[in-house]
Every structure is written in structure tokens, then in C-alpha cells.
């Protein structure tokens, strides 16, 4: 596996892993109303591609296949970290977080989805507040999480 940063020509492919990450390893902690809100399969790229080269993003690769990526801003919100379903456990989410992580000085935020919860708590991420964020509608829950450095 190696992982590389972000390019424009990664967009379709980063948008169709994180539909099928959330609709497959999201599913055990969200009903199927809330994974049709968070990810409605209707990705606008150019909105996408535009925060991905805004952020400091990157991709894992493997064997030519992206299987996960993350992104943080400057100010060190850790925006998305995903890795396709089959590449659970791996170790690549840990990798990208990582490189995410060493990108930026000071504390790190993420709002973690319950399924990611306990990944960010065994990084030493602290629980801020519990929230219900709005998609399509939908209410959902997820975390303010801190890592403070």
C-alpha cells in the first residue's frame, strides 16, 4: 500500500468509496434512512474536488485500487477519513491519520460518526459533545471529538 496526495482525476472514485464505505460499514451503527441522507449517491464532484484540493488530502493505493483517503484543513479539522469496506482493518485509516495528523500543529477536531468513534478514542481523541447533524433532512448522530496536542 502507499499512499500519495489527492489529485483532481481521484474525485469520482473518492466519491463512489465513500458512498459504499458508509452504506456497508456504516449500516451496523445507522438505519438505511439516515445512510440514504448522509450519502445519497448524487456526489457533487465539482463541490468535492474543490474541498479536497482546498484541504490537505490524501489517498491510499493499492495495486492501483484507491482504498481510502482523508483530508484536514489548515486549522486542523480532520474532515473525512474513509477506507473502502473490503480494507477494514488494515491499518490504513490508521496510516492516513497518521500523515493527516503530522500536517498540522495544535489540536486536531473531527466530528466522528458512531461507527468511528472508538478508532479516534484508541488515537486519543476525547469526546467534546454528542450532536444530531442535519442531512437531506435526517437527523444523525455523530461526535466533536478532540485531539489535544
Known amino acids: 500500500m502507499m499512499i500519495r496526495e489527492y489529485q483532481p482525476t481521484d474525485c469520482k472514485e473518492l466519491t463512489?468509496?465513500?458512498y459504499h464505505t458508509v452504506h456497508v460499514v456504516n449500516a451496523k451503527d445507522y438505519p438505511k434512512e439516515q445512510l440514504d441522507a448522509w450519502a445519497?449517491?448524487?456526489?457533487?464532484?465539482?463541490k468535492w474536488n474543490?474541498?479536497?484540493?482546498?484541504?490537505f488530502s490524501i489517498v491510499a493505493v493499492d495495486n492501483d485500487i484507491i482504498v481510502g483517503?482523508?483530508?484536514?484543513?489548515?486549522?486542523?479539522?480532520?474532515?473525512?477519513?474513509f477506507v473502502h469496506a473490503d480494507y477494514q482493518g488494515k491499518g490504513i485509516a490508521t496510516?492516513?491519520?497518521?500523515?493527516?495528523?503530522?500536517?498540522?500543529q495544535g489540536n486536531i477536531v473531527t466530528h466522528a460518526s458512531i461507527t468511528a468513534k472508538a478508532f479516534f478514542e484508541k488515537r486519543g481523541y476525547q469526546v467534546v459533545k454528542e450532536q444530531q447533524v442535519e442531512r437531506q433532512g435526517i437527523f444523525l448522530t455523530n461526535f466533536v471529538m478532540i485531539k489535544e496536542r
Not at 483517503?69 to 477519513?81: E, I, S
Not at 496510516?95 to 498540522?104: G, K, P
Open 16 to 18: 463512489e468509496l465513500f
Open 69 to 81: 483517503f482523508g483530508d484536514m484543513d489548515k486549522t486542523g479539522y480532520l474532515d473525512h477519513l
Open 40 to 46: 445519497t449517491g448524487q456526489a457533487d464532484r465539482k
Open 95 to 104: 496510516a492516513i491519520c497518521d500523515q493527516l495528523e503530522s500536517a498540522v
Open 50 to 55: 474543490q474541498t479536497l484540493q482546498e484541504h
